[in-house]
């Protein structure tokens, strides 16, 4: 059964950084694409940033981009999202997945929830 625990959220002011973390018990993770989204209040899921099996290869919403970094350890079945100069609008719950194409795994964790004040 496919497990993601993501973690590394909190509160923080604008203009400050976190990184998240993720661990992955997913046999096929070194050889799959992870992302992280994020969902915040009353609006729909979206994705944030993916990167290939290899780290090799790597793409961000244009919202992020600059900003943020995603990054992956393939020893430890982990993947990282350093975010950088935070603004509110970031504020949301956050998550990791495989992705397939454009499309997530069936299995969500329970995200960490990420609150940006101004």
């Known amino acids: 059964q496919v497990q993601l625990v993501e973690s590394g959220g909190g509160l923080v002011q604008a203009g400050g950084s976190l990184r998240l973390s993720c661990a992955a018990s997913l046999h096929t993770f070194s050889t799959s694409t992870m992302a992280w989204f994020r969902q915040a209040p009353g609006k729909e899921r979206e994705l944030v940033a993916a990167i290939n099996w290899s780290g090799g290869r790597t793409t961000y919403a244009d919202s992020v981009k600059g900003r943020f970094t995603i990054s992956r350890d393939n020893a430890k079945n982990a993947v990282y999202l350093q975010m950088n100069s935070l603004k509110p609008e970031d504020t949301a719950v956050y998550y990791c997945?495989?992705?397939?194409?454009?499309?997530?795994?069936?299995?969500w964790g329970q995200g960490t929830q990420v609150t940006v004040s101004s």
């Open positions: 997945n495989v992705l397939v194409g454009i499309t997530p795994g069936d299995y």
